[in-house]
Each structure stands twice: as structure tokens, then as C-alpha cells.
């Protein structure tokens, strides 16, 4: 149900200077997700009747990204003034003139501040009829952080800044976490009354909360149950701490869901990805992307699956694999290299030091070491030799391989594309195969092997080689 009288501002006009990155700050990456994604999924899932987002710095990626994600949201550019104060007034001049409901503003870079809390949040604002209500926080380090002071009889007094607070005031552990909750009318009234008469020339959204006050209106400070739920990313460090944070939840969540992961501190799990109950995750693995795990299946140690798609009681270890298929009951590993496109069926093996791309691997077939599988096909049943390379460049296209069913090929093998290799055929050790191979047929490369009868004492004398010849000669 939407609340009609609910408004979202998200708050995304910052430059992120302190991450000193090309990539703007909302957009670096958290769980697989850009940061702003988790703000607006958020947003969202509160179902209020109005999304305004504003944006000024990287205006166009990030309107881009608000409009994939959420786009019923209003997107605002903020002007030359700064301040979130001056943000948050231009976004309610977007509203409609007839809304007289409440408006929640939240920044685009606390990312974990999930939609229960902010529903609660709203909730005890209406239940108290006041004109704002500012979310507060117990973080265990509060340097720089804006304080809340209250009154002896513990009601919310004001908001004092590091910069400006006495040494008692510094003392105090509850701070400011930069989320709010406004009356729009009084919200209006007030933001025309801000100035930006401060050191940084900026209009502040925290000289509301003061003029309010000075008005006589009634302002609460409502404390968050956990202070990372506020955190915000203003660094690369702080991104890290978040990301630790998100995926130490993802995987418990996973865990709660029946899979098994039996180290959570080296094992990363994005947002997107889907486990099924009796999945197994070993050590030093990552899922990421979209990937999709069936039941039974054994990931790890020290995997990394982007987008991949593994079927049920697979088992795929020490492997680096990105949009790849994996059939049930397949094995994958150790030291393998699936690039895109890589289909393997099931019961199909790749083995130690395979690198495939854009191959299909047919049910029960088997790439077990040392091999490139590029641009082929493999039929069901068919064993690929040791080291054997699919040679499908021929330096200006890539060129497709065609392997049978029930095949058999020797180590050392190359197969020069385009060829076909029929349905059972063989092929011998070190064959280089530039020609089709029929069906059932043995295909070899025949040369006979010279012998130069003392070719090491004549070209190598004087060498262990050549004493151990000479010696073995006697």
C-alpha cells in the first residue's frame, strides 16, 4: 500500500572528493550493487508516494542509475548554493503543492539503513505529532560527528557540531546520524529562513532542527538500535568496513537458509546470487554477480563464480569462472579457468589447468588437464587428452571446432579450426589435426622418427651427457 503521505529525499548531490576516484562515490560497488542501489532499493520497499533524488556532481551517470533502479523517482539538480539544507529545499519544491504529509531524508551513501528501521522511524514521529524527528546514533568513535544534547528530563535540546561543542559537549555519545523526518509545511517555512552565514557558505539541513526549536515546535531524537546501520561511506576504508558488514549479513542470512559455509570471513556472497538449501561453501570463495547454485553442490576452496549457473551436486574447486554453465553432477577444478560462454553438462568434468571460452561440454564428457577449449563444441561421452589445444585464431577470426559424441582424443593433441571430428573416432598422440576426421575413423599425424647416432658426443663434447653416452656405449 502506498502511504500518501509519505516523501523520500535522497540526498546524492556530493562530490566524494575523499575517495579520491574517477568513479563518483555512489557509484562504487557494495555487495554487487552500487551504493546509491541499496539507498533507492530502500527507498522503495517504503512505498511512499513520493522519490525525489538529488544529484549535482556526476549528474548523468548517477540520473542514469536512479532511472534503472527507481524510476518513479524525481530526479532534482541541485544549483550553485550548496548545503544540504539548499538540496533538501529544492527537492520539496518538486513535490506537489498539495502534499502536506511528512518527508523523510536520507543520504545516498549510508547504504545499510534497511527499510524496517526507517519504517519504525517514521512511525514513532507520527505517533509523537512532532514537527522533525532526527535519528541519532551510539557510534564507538564520535569524533567529528554533530552531538545530540538533551535536557535534564532527557527530551531532544538541540544539535551541537564537533567545531562548536564545549569539552562537556564532547563528552556526549549520541550523535547526529544525518537522517530525519519533517512536517513539509514546517519543513518549508524553515529551509526559507536558513542561511548560509558558516564557514563553509553552505546552507545547512541541521539549522532546521534549530529554527524549530527557537519556534517553539517540539523536535525528537529517536536512537537506532545499531550504529552500522548508519554508517556512512566517505572513504575507501569506510567502503571496506560497510562491504565486511553487508556480506557478514548475507552470509548469516544464507546460513539461517540452510547452506553450510564453513568460513564466513573469507567467503563473499553478493545480493543478487542464490543459494539453495545444502549447498556447501568452502573456504576463500566468492559469488558474485547473478549466480545461481542448485542444491548439493560443493563450492571452493579459493573460487570465484561471476554469473555463473552451477547445477545440483556439482563440485567446483579452486576455479575462476564467469558466465559459465555448470551441469549437475559436473566437477570443476582444481586450477581452472572458465571464461564466458562455457556450458559444461552433466556429469562433465574440466580438470586441472583448463582454460575453456565459449565451448560446450556435452553431458559426461571430460577435459581433464593441461588443455584450451576455445570456440568448440564437444559432444556427450568424449574424452579431450591431455594438453591439447584448440587452435581457433588464425590471426583475423576465431574459427569453431566440432567434436562428436563417444570421441577420443590423445595427449598432445591440436585441432586447427575449423575442423569436425565425427562421432567415436580417435585421434593419436601429438596429432596436429587440420582436416575433418571421419566418423569412427583414427586420425594421425605419421612421420617417422630419425635417430642421428652420435649427435651428442659430436655437437655436446666435453658435457655430463656426453660422458654418460660414451660410457654407456663401452
Not at 540526498?11 to 563518483?24: D, E, V, Y
Not at 512536517?183 to 532546521?208: C, H, I, P
Not at 659430436?458 to 656426453?466: E, Q
Given at each position: ?34 551504493i546509491l542501489s541499496h539507498v533507492l532499493a530502500t527507498s522503495r520497499a517504503l512505498d511512499a508516494a ?185 572513504d575507501r576504508a569506510q567502503l571496506s568496513e560497510t562491504a565486511r558488514q553487508l556480506n557478514g549479513l ?85 586450477f581452472s579457468y572458465l571464461r564466458p560462454g562455457t556450458i559444461l553438462g552433466a556429469d562433465g568434468k ?125
Amino acid at each position: 500500500m502506498t502511504d500518501s503521505r509519505l516523501a523520500i529525499v535522497v540526498l546524492a548531490a556530493g562530490q566524494g572528493t575523499r575517495m579520491k576516484s574517477s568513479t563518483p562515490k555512489l557509484l562504487h560497488e557494495l555487495a554487487g550493487l552500487p551504493i546509491l542501489s541499496h539507498v533507492l532499493a530502500t527507498s522503495r520497499a517504503l512505498d511512499a508516494a513520493h522519490v525525489v533524488t538529488v544529484v549535482r556532481h556526476e549528474r548523468d551517470r548517477l540520473a542514469a542509475l536512479v532511472g534503472k533502479d527507481l524510476p518513479e523517482s524525481l530526479i532534482v539538480d541541485q544549483d550553485e548554493l550548496p548545503g544540504t539544507g539548499r538540496a533538501v529545499e529544492q527537492a520539496i519544491a518538486a513535490l506537489p503543492d498539495d502534499f502536506e504529509g511528512d518527508v523523510l531524508v536520507v543520504s545516498g551513501d549510508v547504504p545499510l539503513l534497511n527499510a524496517a528501521t526507517l519504517a519504525s522511524f517514521v512511525a514513532a514521529h507520527r505517533d509523537r505529532d512532532v514537527s522533525a524527528t532526527v535519528l541519532s546514533s551510539f557510534p564507538e568513535d564520535v569524533t567529528g560527528y554533530g552531538r545530540i544534547v538533551r535536557s535534564e528530563e532527557g527530551a531532544f535540546d538541540r544539535i551541537v557540531e564537533q567545531k562548536d561543542a564545549t569539552d562537556e559537549e564532547r563528552a556526549i555519545a549520541e550523535t547526529n546520524a544525518g537522517v530525519y523526518v519533517f512536517r513539509v509545511l514546517e519543513l518549508r517555512e524553515q529551509l526559507a529562513n536558513v542561511t548560509t552565514e558558516n564557514a563553509q557558505g553552505e546552507k545547512y539541513l541541521t539549522d532546521v532542527v534549530g529554527l524549530l526549536r527557537q519556534a517553539g515546535s517540539e523536535v525528537r531524537a529517536v536512537p537506532v538500535a545499531d550504529a552500522w546501520l548508519v554508517a556512512g561511506i566517505n572513504d575507501r576504508a569506510q567502503l571496506s568496513e560497510t562491504a565486511r558488514q553487508l556480506n557478514g549479513l548475507i552470509v548469516y542470512g544464507w546460513q539461517l537458509a540452510g547452506v553450510t559455509v564453513q568460513d564466513p570471513a573469507t567467503t563473499w556472497i553478493d545480493l543478487k546470487a542464490k543459494l539453495a538449501p545444502d549447498v556447501t561453501i568452502r573456504p576463500g570463495t566468492q559469488i558474485l554477480g547473478s549466480t545461481v547454485i542448485e542444491t548439493g553442490a560443493v563450492i571452493g576452496p579459493d573460487t570465484t563464480l561471476v554469473d555463473c549457473e552451477i547445477g545440483e551436486n556439482a563440485v567446483v574447486k579452486r576455479t575462476d569462472a564467469t558466465l559459465a554453465v555448470i551441469g549437475a553432477g559436473a566437477s570443476v577444478g582444481p586450477f581452472s579457468y572458465l571464461r564466458p560462454g562455457t556450458i559444461l553438462g552433466a556429469d562433465g568434468k574440466i580438470g586441472t589447468f583448463v582454460e575453456t571460452k565459449n565451448a560446450t561440454i556435452g553431458a559426461g564428457s571430460k577435459v581433464p588437464h593441461l588443455s584450451y577449449v576455445g570456440d568448440a563444441t564437444v559432444g556427450v561421452s568424449s574424452n579431450i587428452g591431455a594438453g591439447t589445444i584448440f587452435a581457433n585464431y588464425d590471426g583475423v577470426t576465431k574459427n569453431h571446432s566440432e567434436i562428436g559424441s563417444h570421441v577420443r582424443t590423445g595427449s598432445h593433441n591440436v585441432f586447427v579450426a575449423p575442423i569436425t571430428i565425427g562421432d567415436g573416432a580417435y585421434t593419436g598422440a601429438g596429432t596436429i589435426v587440420r582436416k575433418d576426421v571421419p566418423a569412427g575413423a583414427l586420425g594421425l599425424t605419421v612421420a617417422p622418427q630419425r635417430n642421428m647416432d652420435g649427435w651428442v658426443q659430436t655437437n655436446r663434447p666435453g658435457t655430463d651427457a656426453a660422458a654418460a653416452a660414451a660410457k654407456s656405449g663401452d
